[in-house]
């Protein structure tokens, strides 16, 4: 008796070699002529590569010639090659679940350093995987309907281009932002690098289009608080934080901003990152969408003590746009695919306390310096100290929060570039002499090279080495004033004092505070420093372990402005392959309940995290909806009288496969 | 017009001796100075740096690749006032300080320092002291380096000596730790000049009554 009734199993057992990456390890032959004595074994070959064609050929003609009804690969990671060998196995005649890969590689060979042990392991694996194998059932895959919503969070430049690829596609899409604008950290960068185009100038239209664009229901002031459902059918719940101003009545006049009793802006603007000052009634910036002012509870006189005149609400006049009374709302959405497109943030130079951020005045991180010389910033773009002198001399420190065992230890990839362009823009715009400081100068991009090339031409210093502090202890007059910067020219061999004006910390890209709480809300894997996982680092860079869930931009790891749009794009075209499918093929590993092994014990009823089983009173049985079961095998292990099993997993499998390892 | 001179300059590889970086590398964190960026944050930070003939930077340079004898023979490791400035900052996480440490060592070693310098003077005869009576005495410690570096020195600083030991900053008679424990003293030194820990059984400290000497500073205690 087996899995298929009472036909005969005829098993074939495929060795692969992965070129030296199995066969460097494992003794392939010895491997195969082992399985070639299991029971039930017909034939067992191995072969230099079974993911070719040639050696997939070899499956389909040993079918045929050998009437095979079960198929053993034992080669590398499910993840890699499973779908490949079910459709050889499918191509061959056969159900293609009659098929069971062993992982001789990741779980061997790249792991072991005795190529005895190894082959060891891998003949207990491969018996194992026969013994199981003999088990197995025909199955058929379910279909499942993709619903063509898509959810896209985080509302930067990455998510923007995701939401306009697919708008324009016909596809709906939520893009939710959890600041007031849309347009995340390109919106506050003055020019970008290596062209000099003006951030501003390339992102504003598709911030514009965002808004004009009929597809997209964009949601801004919003979180996504829950998460639930699977691919081609996530339910999500999406929390709207109230902006006091009605978005669908107010035409963005600002005139509200004007009658506010706040004549001058007196609570620090997010935006210009505490630079520039703002009312409690504000536009976060001009170019904002959507085009609307919000209030500040904290610091609106109205909430605080209900005693202002309103001249914002008296202005508003008939429009009655403005509403004090707005709370907190939930809403609920129903998509198919959700793309992560949540950003960074940036490294907090007081965390390295030697340069002096927060304690001189006159450190600036470098997105406040992009602020400094942006025209719409808060000096309009004159680049003047906080005492309002013009700077003389300005040192860019690179790498702070980057390449540093004490902070981050990877290379965050866009600032030498971007210390570049700053080291361009304030030369260009004060006449001052520019420093850069640097470890090693990583300009690896098209035009990248050309445009360090034209900054050394500009006469800027370039010294190798890191600042190891910045102190204003002069040492003679003049350094009187000044911030002191020591350094080791590490080219010239000499240690260095050099005094300047303004000191520019080019910090690093860090994963978001809360990447934990949104990748547990999301089930997203997540490297040690907090990026996103992706599925494979070079064949699956914007998928994730979660079926459905794709990511765009730095939320997966820092890089710069045309990755991040290719990869949005990428995400874009992925999402909608699955939407224009139509389904999903999801895996037979549904659970089922035997009826008359069921002691009507409510176990399962409870423990299911799907609610995919229910109680039928009248049998006194549990019965499961297999359209809801998402194969988790809860219940299987919960249940006490063996009555709920699973396909894939059912326990003679299971035990088989054990014992074939053990004895 | 002065004659030129040519000097030859390149270096063969076979004049490299790369063992030297090995023995610093066996040294407890040494494996660090693989990592080294050669960023120059430590030769930035020493507050000696612009006195050496090699910075901390170049010193570790010079060590990976083997540069033997320009290591050993540095001045900068004799300069390093040990204020671990370096390694605090260091963003390889290499303990630089102890790596001078570690040169100072194979100096000492080889013979090679330089004779008249205080500091390897001071650290041998701190030794010689502590093999002797267990306790320092600062008199005969000061007498002594100054005899062997700048003995015209004492012509000149024998007024701040006196201001010391009148306000009792300075004891004339060295004292002596009392004999178990002087064994036991020597003992340890022994240990960690050359035997390994387990040849050597305290006299008469028993396990109960404190903590029990390990290699590398770990202390166990049997009486949880």
Not at chain 1, 592 to 617: K, N, R
Not at chain 2, 68 to 86: G, H, M, P, R, T
Request: positive net charge; aromatic residues 8%; charged residues 25%.
């Amino acid at each position: 008796m087996n899995g298929n009734g009472n036909k005969s199993v005829k098993i074939g057992v495929y060795v692969c070699h992965c070129g030296t990456n199995i066969a460097g390890k494992v003794d392939v032959k010895a491997l195969a002529e082992s399985a070639a004595g299991l029971p039930g074994v017909v034939v067992s070959r191995e072969y230099k590569y079974m993911c070719s064609d040639p050696g997939q050929d070899l499956i389909v003609k040993d079918t045929k010639q050998f009437g095979l009804n079960r198929i053993v690969v034992a080669s590398c990671s499910p993840h890699l090659h499973e779908l490949t060998f079910r459709k050889t196995t499918a191509n061959a005649g056969e159900n293609p679940y009659l098929f069971h890969l062993v992982n001789i590689r990741e779980h061997v060979s790249w792991v072991s350093d005795d190529p005895a042990a190894a082959t060891e392991k891998a003949k207990a694996l491969v018996k194992a995987a026969v013994a199981r194998v003999f088990w197995h059932q025909e199955l058929q895959p379910r279909r499942v309907p993709v619903n063509p919503s898509v959810l896209i969070v985080g509302g930067g430049i990455a998510g923007i281009h995701a939401a306009l690829t697919l708008a324009s596609a016909g596809k709906p899409v939520y893009l939710v932002e959890r600041k007031p604008s849309i347009g995340g950290h390109m919106a506050q960068f003055d020019k970008t690098f290596p062209t000099l185009d003006c951030a501003a100038c390339i992102l504003t239209p598709k911030m514009t289009s965002v808004k004009q664009q009929p597809n997209i229901h964009l949601m801004t002031l919003a979180e996504v608080s829950e998460v639930s459902g699977f691919v081609g059918n996530f339910k999500v719940k999406v929390k709207r934080y109230p902006r006091y101003i009605d978005e669908a009545k107010c035409v963005g006049c600002g005139e509200c901003i004007e009658m506010c009793v706040y004549k001058e802006g007196k609570y620090p603007n997010d935006f210009d990152l505490g630079l520039g000052k703002r009312k409690p009634i504000y536009m976060p910036f001009p170019q904002a969408v959507p085009p609307v002012p919000l209030i500040d509870p904290a610091t609106c006189i109205e909430f605080k003590s209900h005693k202002c005149p309103k001249g914002c609400v008296e202005v508003c006049g008939d429009r009655d746009a403005i509403d004090f009374s707005q709370t907190v709302k939930e809403v609920e959405l129903e998509v198919g695919t959700i793309i992560m497109a949540t950003g960074f943030k940036t490294f907090e130079p007081r965390r390295l306390p030697q340069y002096g951020y927060g304690k001189f005045p006159n450190v600036y991180t470098s997105l406040e310096v992009e602020r400094l010389v942006n025209a719409s910033g808060p000096t309009l773009g004159q680049v003047v100290l906080r005492d309002g002198r013009r700077p003389e001399a300005i040192g860019i420190l690179h790498c702070i929060g980057s390449r540093d065992e004490n902070t981050n230890r990877y290379c965050s990839r866009v600032c030498c570039m971007y210390s570049l362009k700053l080291a361009h823009l304030l030369k260009e715009k004060t006449g001052a002499h520019v420093y850069n400081f640097y470890i090693d100068m990583r300009t690896p991009g098209k035009g990248f090279e050309e445009f360090y090339k034209r900054v050394l031409e500009d006469g800027v210093s370039f010294i190798r080495g890191k600042v190891a502090g910045v102190t204003t202890w002069a040492q003679s007059p003049a350094e009187e004033g000044k911030l002191i910067l020591r350094v080791e020219d590490t080219l010239l061999g000499v240690v260095r004092r050099i005094p300047v004006d303004m000191v520019v910390l080019s910090v690093a890209m860090e994963a978001q505070a809360d990447a934990e709480n949104v990748r547990r809300l999301f089930n997203l894997g997540c490297s040690a420093e907090g990026w996103f996982l992706e599925r494979h680092p070079k064949l699956a860079p914007v998928d994730t372990f979660t079926d459905g869930i794709f990511l765009a931009g730095c939320c997966q790891g820092p890089k710069d402005i045309p990755d991040t749009v290719a990869q949005a794009g990428a995400a874009a075209a992925q999402s909608m392959s699955l939407i224009d499918k139509g389904y999903v093929e999801m895996e037979p590993n549904t659970a089922w309940i035997e009826e008359e092994l069921c002691s009507g014990c409510h176990v399962c009823v409870a423990m299911c995290p799907y609610t995919a089983i229910h109680f039928d009173a009248d049998k006194k049985v549990a019965v499961l909806n297999e359209a809801l079961c998402k194969g988790c095998g809860t219940c299987v292990a919960a249940c006490p009288s063996g009555a709920a099993q699973q396909n894939l997993f059912r326990d003679e499998q299971l035990f088989a496969e054990v014992e074939g390892v053990l004895v | 017009m002065s004659r030129v001179s040519f000097v030859r300059k390149v270096k063969y590889e076979k004049e490299l001796q790369r063992d030297v970086a090995a023995e610093v590398i066996a040294t407890p964190g040494g494996e660090k100075i693989l990592s080294c960026l050669q960023c120059g944050t430590c030769g930035g930070a020493c507050p000696l740096s612009v006195y050496m003939d090699h910075t901390p930077r170049r010193l570790i340079g010079m060590l990976r690749e083997g540069f033997k004898q320009e290591v050993v023979e540095s001045f900068a490791i004799w300069l390093c006032a040990s204020c671990y400035e370096c390694t605090v900052l260091c963003p390889a996480g290499i303990k630089v300080t102890d790596v001078m440490y570690a040169l100072k060592r194979i100096a000492i070693h080889e013979g090679i320092y330089p004779r008249r310098f205080p500091i390897p003077v001071l650290a041998k005869e701190f030794m010689e002291m502590l093999k002797g009576t267990g306790r320092n005495n600062e008199f005969w410690l000061v007498l002594r380096v100054l005899l062997k570096t700048a003995p015209m020195k004492l012509l000149t600083s024998w007024p701040l000596g006196l201001r010391l030991w009148r306000r009792g900053r300075m004891c004339l008679i060295g004292s002596r730790i009392p004999k178990p424990a002087g064994a036991d003293l020597r003992r340890m030194l022994e240990v960690l000049e050359h035997g390994n820990a387990s040849d050597v059984k305290p006299s008469n400290v028993t396990p109960s009554q404190g903590p029990d000497l390990l290699p590398g500073g770990a202390v166990s205690r049997v009486n949880a």
